[in-house]
T-cell receptor
Framework: AQKITQTQPGMFVQEKEAVTLDCTYDTSDPSYGLFWYKQPSSGEMIFLIYQGSYDQQNATEGRYSLNFQKARKSANLVISASQLGDSAMYFCAMSSMDSSYKLIFGSGTRLLVRP | DAMVIQNPRYQVTQFGKPVTLSCSQTLNHNVMYWYQQKSSQAPKLLFHYYDKDFNNEADTPDNFQSRRPNTSFCFLDIRSPGLGDAAMYLC?????????????FGPGTRLLVL
């Protein structure tokens, strides 16, 4: 069965510092996609970054990078130089043929950036 | 800019009074999804359309229906809303629904049931 686990319900980070949000996954499918979404209090789910299971390099998008450890089945999100606007809920998600290409979400991590 | 649009952003309805939420997209994507998200929870997939093919999740209540009259529009109908149906409803799209494809979400509709 497909599963995404986010073990940090809440996190604090000081403005301008880096923070890592943890995500582990479980699938028997060799081909899968991993996604991170940001959900501010307004409710919109904003796509941040994608990592494919066959990608050799870690994905990066501006201040976001994905630390992909395939053998450990982890896909941690690293946010560098945190900003106050980064305060939001963050969801890790996975899609694979085993899930009929539906997104399987983790329970989310609420990040609060302190000034 | 290509995008996913949801109307209204906030909807108040009465217990048992039918309500329709709408979603439109300018991405020309084949797949459209409806999610329900309750407070402090992850989104839960209700159903999705691949073109005109409707795919219902096994645990989606019969109270929830959907229509997709064309590629651009998709509607969520709640026939008899209960208090437990108060939630954020998110529409999303993807090009053809493969593992490596991103789902793009609209801003959501917050439903309140009185």
């Amino acid at each position: 069965a497909q599963k995404i686990t986010q073990t940090q319900p809440g996190m604090f980070v000081q403005e301008k510092e880096a923070v890592t949000l943890d995500c582990t996954y479980d699938t028997s499918d060799p081909s899968y996609g991993l996604f991170w979404y940001k959900q501010p209090s307004s409710g919109e789910m904003i796509f941040l970054i994608y990592q494919g299971s066959y990608d050799q390099q870690n994905a990066t998008e501006g201040r976001y990078s994905l630390n992909f450890q395939k053998a450990r089945k982890s896909a941690n999100l690293v946010i560098s130089a945190s900003q106050l606007g980064d305060s939001a809920m963050y969801f890790c998600a996975m899609s694979s043929m085993d899930s009929s290409y539906k997104l399987i979400f983790g329970s989310g991590t609420r990040l609060l950036v302190r000034p | 800019d290509a995008m996913v649009i949801q109307n209204p952003r906030y909807q108040v309805t009465q217990f048992g009074k039918p309500v329709t939420l709408s979603c439109s997209q300018t991405l020309n994507h084949n797949v459209m999804y409806w999610y329900q998200q309750k407070s402090s929870q992850a989104p839960k997939l209700l159903f999705h359309y691949y073109d005109k093919d409707f795919n219902n999740e096994a645990d989606t209540p019969d109270n929830f229906q959907s229509r997709r009259p064309n590629t651009s529009f998709c509607f969520l109908d709640i026939r008899s809303p209960g208090l437990g149906d108060a939630a954020m409803y998110l529409c999303a799209t993807s090009r053809v629904g493969l593992a490596e494809e991103t789902q793009y979400f609209g801003p959501g509709t917050r439903l309140l049931v009185l």
